[in-house]
């Protein structure tokens, strides 16, 4: 076994509400004794299609030894289960850019004369049925002007007050902790909301990091420690809409609670094109 990136179901947080169970067409999760499980290493691709589905952020992704993912396997449970979770995991496959796990899927189906749904004419098209837009290639060059919301005025100043910014590097006991709102950032938001420095950073320390690539079980362990040590006012968390962004929620909820301390939380969600969102 080598290692690699695999759900991780953390069993005090799971309600076995099932939610996450639709959305791994892949079949690596099931609803035993009450709570969601992995039910093996070789069904779970670890790219967390299941994660902003789970209402209690008990999923998450870590790298640990584990068997190798075997695409043939899960398409002989796949294919089981019809034609539409088929297409859904292709779709899956496909949007997450994984050209080799499609090949040998639709090698797979060719061989067992099973016929390809991405043949549709409507294959492309509509909401992704695998929940996981996260890394969907859309272009946007075609899109009309921008709206006053997503426009900043030129020439704006930088509102960033501190150095770093990444939260694996920011020490615990940086001064500019003390007394501060922090506004906890998905790598991804700056560059999609145009007005992110006016909007959500002015007055705010900011920290950033990736609920999808990075270790979040980590990012609990440093909040929390940043939360005891310094007296924290609020803390925004601003995330992109894909559902990989929503792993975070949770990791800052159980860091307050671990911290014994109340604490203002609140978060911003930013479409993929760039709106804040109600």
Not at 58 to 75: F, P, S
Not at 173 to 190: G, K, R, S, T
């Amino acid at each position: 076994m080598s290692k690699r990136k695999i759900i991780k179901i953390d069993e005090k947080k799971c309600t076995g509400c099932g939610l996450c169970i639709p959305n791994c067409p892949e079949g690596a999760l099931q609803i035993i004794d009450g709570k969601a499980r992995l039910i093996s290493d070789l069904f779970c691709d670890g790219l967390g299609a299941c994660i902003g589905h789970c209402p209690e952020g008990a999923i998450i992704i870590e790298e640990r030894e584990a068997q190798k993912y075997d695409e043939r396997k899960v398409m002989s449970n796949i294919v089981k289960q019809g034609k539409n979770v088929i297409k859904a995991h292709l779709e899956h496959l496909k949007d997450h850019n994984e050209a080799g796990y499609l090949k040998e899927a639709l090698d797979y189906l060719k061989e067992n004369k099973i016929e390809n749904p991405l043949k549709d004419k409507d294959a492309a098209s509509g909401p992704l049925p695998c929940g996981c837009p996260g890394t969907k290639v859309i272009d946007f060059r075609n899109k009309k002007e921008p709206t006053s919301q997503r426009m900043s005025p030129a020439g704006e100043e930088s509102c960033l007050r501190q150095w770093p910014v990444q939260l694996t590097l920011v020490p615990v006991y940086a001064p500019y902790l003390d007394n501060a709102d922090l506004l906890i950032a998905a790598d991804c938001v700056p560059f999609a909301y145009a007005d992110f420095h006016r909007d959500l950073l002015q007055g705010k320390t900011l920290l950033v990091g990736c609920p999808k690539l990075d270790n979040i079980q980590a990012y609990e362990d440093k909040l929390t420690q940043i939360l005891e040590n310094n007296n924290i006012k609020s803390i925004t968390y601003a995330h992109m809409e894909v559902p990989c962004c929503f792993g975070l929620i949770g990791v800052i909820n159980s860091a307050i609670k671990a911290s014994g301390k109340t604490v203002s939380f609140k978060e911003v969600t930013i479409s993929i094109q760039g709106d804040k969102l109600k």
